[in-house]
């Protein structure tokens, strides 16, 4: 065992006078020699304390053998530094001034990155003492034989042989446990400046040279000083011995040892001082020019020793056992974080974000470069003309939650408006953020949802250019692959060519930049837009394939290896898909979700303007802006960028024809005036045609399709001549796509009304108001419905004839019948909150009076929207039907995330004379109104506002509350209004269940406004989790009763109160004597002298109709006293009192004296 002490004092040494590249490089070679395998040489790389590296790679070589092969073999190889670490007179031995650089990265948290940093060692220390080591990931663990270099039985001898080894214990105790340094290492100077050698060996101290070998030193050298460097005085001069000796060390004379100059060949080991007097404390080694005193190591040894070890560290505390990070491929926990490190680097494309910097290569091998450069060029082009408008929306932190408790989908949950949480900074500080937040090395899936038309491909693109701006610094490469070019189940492909192959335009990399990249996964960007296209690919996110790198697989196996994080593991992954269907179901596990908002009404006419502006038609920018607010219903729908855009084209060819232009006041007949021209010049048949394509595609959940799918060449070559169809980014030659999904929508609808093969009897399911059981149509044309009530309801002339023209439309006139009977069947105060809105969607594109009216007369006088969400168009038509009911409404607008804008609208209204919204977004709204002046609406809104009844169920809505009561407090010391809100002078009820962590933090702040609600008459404190308020809790409500004059229902069950609560309760009780008529007391820690504090107080409370002290810890004494209280109380009429501590018998023979004492 004394050569473990050999092996580890050398390897010390090796790792603490070499550059990280040359370590890297150790282990490389090691790696080569077939000495570690793959997992554990990426573990060593990632490995933070400069001791148990060493630690690791001496065990390792002693269970490999061969020392010298190892070391002294790569000691002698002529290794040489990188350049940009070598000073500017530095030349080769062989006189080339060219150097082989070392492609090293950085590695984060790593002790090569230790190396690299200009970090205080004392401030590492402090960062790493305080550290919270229990959320740290831990490294895979191989228990493959193939894998491991060194198992736990071979680990058990070496223990066992190093136990009993006494000299090898104090050798190892002097390596584990270094002396302290001092209190000041930076600001602390040796007594003697340490000697400094140059060249290409090492020096150091031996902690027992009789362990080692050492060679009596020969004569001196002859050789003069390189130029450039510090001419000395007096230099002792050596012969060298043979470079292929392979001694251990050499000894050193007595006498002051100062420089060396550089020599070609010195062999590897160690140099020995003998002697007293030689002055010498420490010698330094540096491979090339001497370095200034500024730059020379602290004197205090050689090594740079690891950081200390923590407490909180596993490991053994015995010097004679090393500890569990030791192990190869073991567990351990990364010891340095970066979160509020900077360090500097050298590399000559710096680049810094948010305090993080660039950790790119010092140079990048040239093919990487020119890839890189051309990746750029790519990305950094903009589309020209209305393409490249761009508008900044608004990224929204979303979640999926459960639609409903028996329904296993999710859905985009539905915050209110003032509850959103956007991502500050864009998208480059959420991308960054996001990224901060992940687990090292692995994989992280960002997704991006929205609506079709909301702009998710326009903002991917934007991502791809900020990148090549230089905007997101924390990636070395962005791919953008749109889905659609993936959805090809029979094709085989490697890694390779989805990232180089499979984008919109194809790039050419050699095989260096690929391996280039996947050794730096966690610097790759990978974009995958429309996700939902994927669908044909279903089930490989639970595929169990999990294909190498190089190895060529289904597109299937290829997602599957991506998702399941084993190809390219480390990566990030940014989608763009929809919030519904198959797939968007498991991105709830997504590291990050957001939402793509969409167009205020402020940018959607900023974005006309700028449409006009780049089309050249500036003359035409007010007229078409003015058109546009004339319609009301296009403006709101105009919150899409999709149908804004389509707006704003429908505008230009109107306001070409002549002055007289309107744009029409549905969606249907906004696309009929898009297509009309392009349909009557068409071939005979060919929009019919195409619209079958399209229907067809939306049935399969696709909206791609290849060149011979089309019926003949000329209606192909119409279709991409007008625009409808067109090659997609990334596609093949063959391949088209429709511009939109919602023009895809329109033809499916076409093709519904014109077809003879749809069933009269199955065309109602089409608008998906009433879904069936079986076999239900799934509505993936989401747009089908509104579209063909208009193409079936509107009239001919201005709608199907003038597409198709007035001889194709026989068919409408009997399909017109069937819908029109199954509409005004419907009962709408039958349906969901979701199908109401579509159904008032649909009337609305009829643009038939029979069916609205009918529509708008069945509406319920409560409409209650909770949890479903109201776009702009949605409180558009909601505000149209309600003004032409003809009656009055309530409404409760919670949990639907409608914007202020649309809030107010329907608050507006007279016939609506009650609302419920969050109490966030209304208390906003009246801010507003006031800070505008309007005090009229101001007022309606203020009248019309009721929280009754009101349930908080969290903090929030109990710091809501409070903020509703403090606007009433403020306006009631003002002169100018009036003093009660209604919302609060007019609740009764009010329920709090926030659970027994929430409950008792949040119950303090309820009880300081409780004295404002005058009228509150039902006062309920019970929850299923328990709100636990306490003992303290009721105090501070009995401090209350004296203002609660209205109170009748007072719930206290499962608070976990004791003898002392009730007494407090006891004597706040009679306060509430003449209102109070239930008190329940369930469930809680009441015994004998609670019960006897409830009984005295019993007969005061005049009011009391029923008690409930069931399941409380009172005895039969208790019980006999709550008794005979009872017999004085005539109006009780039922006492609740049955508990498990009273006997049976007992309480049995008390309900036989008095029937009122119920035992259920």
């Known amino acids: 065992m004394n050569n473990f002490q050999a092996i580890l004092t050398q390897v010390r040494i090796l790792l603490s006078s070499h550059q990280p590249s040359q370590v890297q490089a150790l282990l490389d070679s090691l790696l080569k020699e077939e000495l570690l395998s793959r997992e554990y040489h990426c573990t060593l790389l990632h490995e933070p304390d400069s001791e148990a590296l060493a630690r690791k790679i001496s065990l390792t070589l002693l269970e490999k053998g061969d020392l010298d092969l190892a070391l002294l073999g790569w000691a002698q190889s002529g290794l040489q530094p990188p350049a940009a670490e070598r000073g500017p007179g530095h030349s080769d031995h062989d006189g080339s001034s060219q150097c082989a650089t070392m492609e090293l990265g950085p590695l984060e948290g790593s002790y090569l990155e230790l190396l690299n940093s200009d970090a205080d060692p004392l401030c590492l220390y402090h960062i790493y003492d305080q550290m919270d080591l229990a959320g740290e990931e831990e490294i895979?663990?191989?228990?493959?034989?193939?894998?491991?270099?060194?198992?736990?039985?071979?680990?058990?001898?070496?223990?066992?042989?190093?136990?009993?080894?006494?000299?090898?214990?104090?050798?190892?105790?002097?390596?584990?446990?270094?002396?302290?340094?001092?209190?000041?290492?930076?600001?602390?100077?040796?007594?003697?400046?340490?000697?400094?050698?140059?060249?290409?060996?090492?020096?150091?101290?031996?902690?027992?040279s009789s362990t080692l070998p050492c060679l009596p030193l020969p004569t001196l050298f002859n050789q003069e000083p390189a130029s450039g460097r510090m001419h000395l005085e007096e230099t002792d001069q050596m012969p060298m011995p043979s470079s292929s000796s392979s001694l251990s060390c050499l000894n050193l004379p007595e006498g002051l040892i100062q420089f060396v100059p550089t020599v070609s060949t010195v062999p590897q080991g160690l140099w020995q001082i003998s002697g007293t007097g030689t002055g010498v404390s420490s010698i330094f080694i540096y491979h090339g020019e001497v370095p200034q005193a500024s730059q020379v190591p602290p004197p205090s040894g050689l090594t740079v020793h690891g950081l200390p070890t923590s407490p909180d560290r596993p490991g053994s505390t015995s010097p004679f056992a090393p500890s569990a990070t030791d192990l190869p491929s073991m567990p351990e926990p990364a010891l340095i974080s970066r979160a509020n490190v900077t360090e500097h680097k050298t590399s000559p494309t710096q680049c810094q974000a948010a305090g993080e910097v660039s950790n790119k290569l010092p140079k990048w091998p040239e093919p990487v470069e020119q890839f890189y450069r051309s990746l750029q060029d790519t990305y950094r082009a903009e589309p020209a003309g209305p393409d490249g408008i761009l508008m900044e929306v608004d990224l929204v932190q979303a979640r999926l939650e459960r639609s409903s408790?028996?329904?296993?989908?999710?859905?985009?949950?539905?915050?209110?408006?003032?509850?959103?949480?956007?991502?500050?900074?864009?998208?480059?500080?959420?991308?960054?953020?996001?990224?901060?937040?992940?687990?090292?090395?692995?994989?992280?899936?960002?997704?991006?949802?929205?609506?079709?038309?909301?702009?998710?491909?326009?903002?991917?693109?934007?991502?791809?250019?900020?990148?090549?701006?230089?905007?997101?610094?924390?990636?070395?490469?962005?791919?953008?692959?749109?889905?659609?070019?993936?959805?090809?189940?029979?094709?085989?492909?490697?890694?390779q060519d989805l990232l180089f192959s499979l984008g919109p335009r194809p790039l050419v990399a050699a095989d260096e930049v690929f391996s280039h990249i996947v050794k730096r996964p966690d610097r790759v960007l990978l974009i995958l837009d429309a996700f939902e296209e994927l669908e044909a690919q279903d089930g490989f996110l639970h595929s169990t394939c999990s294909p190498a790198p190089a190895e060529p697989c289904s597109l299937r196996g290829l997602l599957a290896g991506l998702f399941q994080k084993k190809l390219l593991r480390g990566c990030t992954l940014l989608l763009t898909a929809r919030p519904r269907g198959r797939l968007v179901q498991s991105l709830s596990k997504a590291d990050a979700l957001f939402e793509l908002s969409g167009f205020s009404m402020e940018q959607a006419q900023a974005y006309v303007m700028r449409y006009f502006e780049c089309s050249g038609m500036t003359e035409h920018r007010d007229r078409a802006l003015a058109l546009l607010r004339d319609r009301p219903f296009l403006l709101s729908h105009s919150h899409s960028p999709t149908l804004c855009r389509a707006v704003c084209q429908l505008s230009e060819a109107l306001l070409e024809l002549g002055e007289d232009a309107e744009l029409p006041s549905t969606l249907t007949g906004l696309y009929v005036g898009l297509l009309g021209c392009a349909a009557l010049n068409g071939p005979p048949g060919a929009l019919a045609q195409l619209a079958k394509l399209?229907?067809?595609?939306?049935?399969?959940?696709?909206?791609?399709?290849?060149?011979?799918?089309?019926?003949?060449?000329?209606?192909?070559?119409?279709?991409?001549?007008?625009?409808?169809?067109?090659?997609?980014?990334?596609?093949?030659?063959?391949?088209?796509?429709?511009?939109?999904?919602?023009?895809?929508?329109?033809?499916?609808?076409?093709?519904?009304?014109?077809?003879?093969?749809?069933?009269?009897?199955?065309?109602?399911?089409?608008?998906?108001?009433?879904?069936?059981?079986?076999?239900?149509?799934?509505?993936?044309?989401?747009?089908?419905?509104?579209?063909?009530?208009?193409?079936?309801?509107?009239?001919?002339?201005?709608?199907?004839?003038?597409?198709?023209?007035?001889?194709?439309?026989?068919?409408?006139?009997?399909k017109q019948k069937v819908l029109a009977r199954y509409l005004k069947r419907l009962q709408p105060g039958t349906l969901r909150a979701r199908q109401l809105l579509e159904l008032l969607h649909c009337a609305h594109e009829a643009e038939e009076a029979g069916i609205w009216q009918h529509v708008v007369q069945e509406l319920p006088a409560r409409l209650s929207f909770l949890g479903t969400r109201l776009t702009p168009p949605d409180a558009h038509v909601l505000g149209k039907a309600l003004e032409a009911a003809g009656q009055d409404f309530s409404l409760d607008l919670r949990s639907t995330g409608i914007d202020p804008s649309g809030l107010g609208s329907l608050v507006g209204l007279s016939c609506v004379t009650h609302f419920r919204a969050a109490l966030s977004d209304t208390v906003a709204l009246w801010e507003s109104l006031q800070q505008h002046g309007d005090t009229e609406l101001l007022q309606a809104a203020e009248e019309k506002f009721t929280i009754e009844p009101f349930k908080a169920k969290s903090l929030k809505d109990v710091e809501d509350?409070?903020?509703?009561?403090?606007?009433?407090?403020?306006?009631?010391?003002?002169?100018?209004?009036?003093?009660?809100?209604?919302?609060?002078?007019?609740?009764?009820?009010?329920?709090?269940?926030?659970?027994?962590?929430?409950?008792?933090?949040a119950f303090p702040k309820l009880v300081r406004i409780l004295t404002a609600f005058s009228s509150l008459q039902h006062l309920d404190l019970d929850a299923l989790s328990e709100n636990k308020i306490g003992d303290e809790g009721v105090s501070q409500l009995s401090a209350t009763f004296p203002q609660l004059k209205s109170l009748e229902t007072l719930n206290l069950s499962q608070n976990s109160i004791t003898d002392l609560g009730a007494y407090k309760l006891a004597e706040g009780l009679p306060s509430l004597a003449a209102s109070l008529l239930r008190l329940s007391l369930y469930n809680n820690c009441i015994c004998d002298m609670g019960a006897e504090s409830l009984a005295r107080v019993l007969p005061d409370m005049v009011s009391l109709r029923v008690m409930d002290v069931q399941y409380n810890k009172f005895t039969a004494a208790g019980a006999q006293q709550l008794a005979a209280s009872l017999r004085k109380c005539p109006h009780v009429e039922t006492l609740a009192m049955w508990t498990p501590t009273i006997p049976f018998s007992v309480q049995e023979h008390l309900q036989q004296q008095d029937s009122r004492i119920s035992l259920r």
């Open 140 to 208: 895979e663990l191989y228990s493959e034989p193939d894998t491991d270099t060194i198992n736990c039985d071979q680990f058990s001898r070496l223990l066992c042989d190093m136990e009993g080894d006494e000299e090898t214990r104090e050798a190892y105790a002097n390596i584990a446990f270094p002396e302290e340094l001092p209190a000041d290492l930076k600001h602390w100077k040796p007594a003697e400046p340490p000697a400094v050698v140059t060249g290409s060996f090492l020096v150091g101290p031996v902690s027992n």
């Open 405 to 495: 408790s028996k329904s296993l989908e999710r859905e985009l949950a539905t915050p209110d408006w003032a509850e959103r949480q956007l991502a500050q900074g864009g998208l480059a500080e959420g991308l960054l953020a996001a990224k901060e937040r992940r687990r090292p090395r692995e994989t992280q899936v960002i997704a991006m949802l929205g609506k079709a038309g909301q702009g998710k491909s326009y903002w991917a693109g934007a991502v791809s250019r900020a990148w090549a701006c230089g905007r997101l610094p924390q990636y070395d490469f962005v791919f953008s692959v749109p889905c659609h070019c993936l959805n090809r189940p029979g094709d085989v492909y490697r890694l």
């Open 694 to 814: 399209a229907w067809e595609l939306g049935r399969r959940h696709q909206s791609t399709l290849q060149e011979d799918q089309f019926p003949s060449a000329d209606v192909r070559t119409w279709a991409m001549a007008k625009g409808l169809v067109q090659h997609p980014p990334g596609a093949t030659e063959s391949e088209l796509a429709f511009p939109s999904f919602l023009l895809q929508c329109f033809l499916g609808a076409l093709w519904l009304a014109l077809s003879g093969e749809i069933k009269d009897k199955e065309l109602p399911q089409y608008l998906a108001l009433t879904p069936r059981k079986k076999r239900p149509y799934d509505n993936w044309l989401e747009g089908v419905p509104r579209f063909l009530t208009g193409l079936i309801f509107q009239p001919r002339a201005r709608c199907l004839g003038a597409l198709v023209g007035p001889s194709a439309t026989a068919l409408a006139d009997r």
């Open 961 to 1001: 509350l409070g903020k509703l009561v403090q606007t009433q407090r403020t306006r009631s010391s003002s002169e100018d209004t009036a003093g009660e809100l209604p919302a609060v002078r007019d609740l009764k009820k009010l329920e709090f269940a926030l659970g027994p962590i929430s409950g008792p933090q």
